[in-house]
Each structure stands twice: as C-alpha cells, then as structure tokens.
C-alpha cells in the first residue's frame, strides 16, 4: 500500500532563491490527497544518511512564504560528493521509511546523485520517483536556458561593478573583482550589465572559457588604464593558463585544495591579490585594489532578482507535477520562450549528470576580454525588475582665472 510520503533535501552552495523551490515543493505537494506527509532532510544527503528528518506537512503556509522569500538554504546544506556506496545508503534509508518520492535541489553533483539513487532503486524494484530540481549561480547546468539562483546573483555581481565603477572613476586607479566561476564564466560575465555610458567598467572581462595569459593582461591593462586614466577588471576565479593550470596555483607561493583535491578558488582572496601585485609591480601603477566576492555573491538578502524568485517556485511546483502525474524520473529543466518566457521540461537525468555548462562562444567577444550584445539581450529580462540606474553631472566648466 502506498506511503503517501516525499523526501526533499538542498545541496551545494546555497542561493538567494532555493528556499522558494523548496516551499514550492512543500507546499504543491500538499495540494495532492495522495501525499501524506512532506519530510524534509537536514543538511542535504549527509542528513538522509543520519535519518535527520524534519516534517514539513506541520509547518504553515504563511511561514514556508515567509522562509522562501530568505535566501540560503533553509533545510541546510552539504559539500558532500556521494558515490555509489553512499548512496546505496541513501536509497536504503529512503527505502526504510517508505519515501515514493525524492526532491533533491542542488546543481552538477546533485543531479548525479539523484541518477545513481533512481538506478539503485530501479534495480531493486521498489517504487521511487526521483526528481532533481535545478539551483546553481553558476548557471552551468546542461539542458537549461539558465538556473535558478543564477539571476539573482548576476543582479548583485552587475550592481556591485557599477557601484565599483563609481568609485573607481572618482579615485582613479585600477580595480580588479574576482567572482566565482571555476569552468563557466556566467556569473563573471554578469559584470558587463553593469555598464551604462561607454567609458564606464569593467573595461575588461576574464573569463575560463578563454586561456589567460599574463603578459597579455597587463598589456590590456596598461592599453585601458593610458587611454582611461583608470581600468575596472571583472575576472573568473576559474582563469587558467593553456594547459588548463589555475592562474591562482601558477601565481601563489602555497596552493590549498579543496575536500575534493580542486585548487581552493573561493575560499580566499589570493587571485585578486595576486593580480594585483603584478599589476604594480610590472606597469609600476600605485593605486592599484583587488576584491574577492566570495559568498556575498549567493545569499546577499537585499538583490534579489524577482524573475528568479518566480521561477525557482515554479520549478519546484513543476518538479511534484512532473513526479505525481509523470511516469520517470528526471531533471526539471527552463526553457526560454518568446522575449522572455519560460516553459518547463522533465529533461533524463543522465542528460545532465555530471556534465558542465560553458558560455557558448557567441556570449564572448572576439578579443575575448568583453561580452557580446547577445548575452546582454540573454541576461537583461533575468535581472528582473527595479535595476538601480547611474548618472552623472553634465556641469558646465567655469574658466580658469590663475592657471590657463
């Protein structure tokens, strides 16, 4: 006889938005006479794995709205890659307390997870409908026009370079952000959309799809900084030389790794640094500041992009659709229609597990050190609505009377 009972857990980095596809969950889920209680899992598969289970089914609908609208993941979240021994014990703790359906929203890794789970539980015979519900500011997800979480923290990265812009045009210098992005530049490339007159930064855009080589940096650094008198940098933590060696390990004295052996690229603030060093060490320029973003990037609670909020309810509404009327498992996917619309797909899981998203090549100018107006045309209607905007004075200069 049938439980009646689902399973939903986040994964990975948290986003401005993941809370809304967990309520959308929650609360869809409830609207089913079928369901009968709504588990939620603590810290994503580490708390399937220790049975730390919290009900959803008590919580009200006024607080899980109140809770979507807060970014980060409310259920907490792991860094925890399973394989298959894991999650051979993850299908057997779902198994143990007769769960028929799993949510699990996450990116890359959680999306393998949910293939490997929804393969073990096939071959056991026992009924159990997986979905992976889409979340990633790296917006590197195979199958998707973009991700959720992904607009929102391009909307911050856009409005943080404009605001360094102003800053950086008042005291003139160079200013280099590093924002997160290990193989796809998205979220780096966000930076040009904070642009409004043609002078404004960030004056060059590095990003991993391209090689990075030093010396050509600092000569487009010095080409900008003498034609300027200044020279905003948006950079990728992901830039790596032609072999595919991370800049940050060529450059750094140590190198530290990540639980997975990844040269630790986020965590610190050393490829700003860096870059920086040899800015005035080689172009012999005094002002010179590095930022790294870091985690303001994915949970900064007052830029949230209301296209983003929408969607990542949406698909995780559309996930219980898909799993209480579909027949297989899958990955909900978005899919752009018209100017700006969306629709929603059930894509296989195998179709995006463990596979990576880059920005295609018509995102990138030639020179590879800008975007095209195409991506512009791509990520404006994402940012949503309410974008600040920037201006200047248009003054009229007052003759000299002492010095002509």
Same mark, same amino acid.
């Given at each position: 006889?049938?439980?009646?009972?689902?399973?939903?857990? $986040?994964?990975?980095?948290?986003?401005?938005?993941?809370?809304?596809?967990?309520?959308?969950?929650?609360?869809?889920? #409830?609207?089913?006479?079928?369901?009968?209680?709504?588990?939620?899992? +603590?810290?994503?598969?580490?708390?399937?794995?220790? =049975?730390?289970?919290? &009900?959803?089914? @008590?919580?009200?609908?006024?607080? /899980?709205?109140?809770?979507?609208?807060?970014?980060?993941?409310?259920?907490?979240?792991?860094?925890?890659?399973?394989?298959?021994?894991?999650? @051979?014990?993850? *299908? @057997?703790? +779902?198994?143990?307390?007769?769960?028929?359906? *799993?949510?699990?929203?996450?990116?890359?890794?959680?999306?393998?997870?949910?293939?490997?789970?929804?393969?073990?539980?096939?071959?056991?015979?026992?009924?159990?409908?997986?979905?992976?519900?889409?979340?990633?500011?790296?917006?590197?997800?195979?199958?998707?026009?973009?991700?959720?979480?992904?607009?929102?923290?391009?909307?911050?990265?856009? $409005?943080?370079?404009?605001?360094?812009?102003?800053?950086?045009?008042?005291?003139?210098?160079?200013?280099?952000?590093?924002?997160?992005?290990?193989?796809?530049?998205?979220?780096?490339?966000?930076?040009?959309?904070?642009?409004? *007159?043609?002078?404004?930064?960030?004056? /060059?855009?590095?990003?991993? =799809?391209?090689?990075?080589?030093? =010396?050509?940096?600092?000569?487009?650094?010095?080409?900008?900084? @003498?034609?300027?008198?200044?020279?905003?940098?948006?950079?990728?933590?992901?830039?790596?030389?032609?072999?595919?060696?991370?800049?940050?390990?060529?450059?750094?004295?140590?190198?530290?790794?990540?639980?997975?052996?990844?040269?630790?690229?986020?965590?610190?603030?050393?490829?700003?640094?860096?870059?920086?060093?040899?800015?005035?060490?080689? /172009?012999?320029?005094?002002?010179? #500041?590095?930022?790294?973003?870091?985690?303001?990037?994915?949970?900064?609670?007052?830029?949230?992009?209301?296209? &983003? $909020?929408? =969607?990542?309810?949406?698909?995780?509404?559309?996930?219980?659709?898909?799993?209480?009327?579909?027949?297989?498992?899958?990955?909900?996917?978005?899919?752009?229609?018209?100017?700006?619309?969306?629709?929603?797909?059930? +894509?296989?899981?195998?179709?995006?597990?463990?596979?990576?998203?880059?920005?295609?090549?018509?995102?990138?100018?030639?020179?590879?050190?800008?975007?095209?107006?195409?991506?512009?045309?791509? /990520?404006?209607?994402?940012?949503?609505?309410?974008?600040?905007?920037?201006?200047?004075?248009?003054?009229?200069?007052?003759?000299?009377?002492?010095?002509?």
């Amino acid at each position: 006889m049938p439980s009646g009972k689902i399973l939903v857990a $986040q994964g990975g980095g948290p986003t401005a938005v993941i809370n809304q596809s967990l309520a959308g969950v929650a609360l869809e889920a #409830r609207r089913f006479r079928d369901v009968t209680r709504v588990y939620g899992a +603590l810290h994503g598969v580490r708390g399937i794995v220790n =049975e730390d289970f919290v &009900d959803l089914t @008590q919580e009200t609908s006024h607080n /899980l709205e109140l809770v979507a609208a807060t970014p980060s993941s409310a259920l907490g979240s792991t860094r925890d890659k399973p394989d298959a021994k894991y999650c @051979q014990e993850i *299908f @057997q703790v +779902l198994r143990a307390h007769q769960i028929e359906h *799993f949510f699990y929203i996450g990116g890359n890794d959680s999306s393998d997870t949910v293939r490997i789970v929804s393969e073990q539980a096939r071959q056991a015979n026992y009924p159990l409908r997986c979905i992976h519900i889409p979340k990633t500011i790296d917006n590197d997800l195979v199958g998707s026009d973009h991700t959720p979480g992904f607009p929102s923290a391009a909307r911050f990265v856009a $409005q943080a370079f404009a605001g360094a812009n102003l800053d950086n045009a008042a005291l003139p210098g160079v200013y280099v952000g590093v924002v997160m992005g290990r193989h796809a530049g998205f979220l780096t490339a966000a930076a040009a959309l904070g642009k409004k *007159f043609p002078d404004d930064g960030p004056h /060059l855009i590095y990003l991993p =799809e391209r090689t990075f080589v030093l =010396e050509q940096f600092l000569a487009d650094v010095k080409a900008v900084y @003498q034609r300027y008198g200044r020279c905003v940098v948006a950079v990728s933590e992901g830039i790596h030389d032609a072999s595919g060696e991370p800049i940050a390990s060529l450059l750094a004295k140590e190198v530290e790794r990540d639980a997975h052996g990844n040269v630790q690229l986020s965590g610190n603030g050393a490829l700003a640094d860096l870059l920086c060093d040899e800015i005035k060490a080689k /172009l012999g320029i005094k002002r010179v #500041r590095g930022d790294t973003f870091g985690y303001l990037q994915r949970s900064f609670i007052g830029c949230v992009s209301d296209v &983003d $909020q929408r =969607e990542a309810r949406e698909v995780g509404e559309k996930a219980v659709q898909f799993a209480m009327w579909g027949e297989r498992c899958g990955s909900v996917a978005i899919k752009r229609t018209g100017y700006y619309s969306v629709d929603y797909d059930l +894509l296989e899981l195998s179709a995006v597990a463990g596979k990576t998203r880059t920005m295609e090549d018509e995102f990138i100018s030639a020179s590879g050190t800008d975007v095209t107006d195409a991506f512009r045309l791509y /990520l404006r209607p994402l940012l949503g609505s309410g974008m600040p905007d920037a201006f200047r004075l248009r003054a009229a200069a007052v003759p000299k009377v002492l010095k002509r």
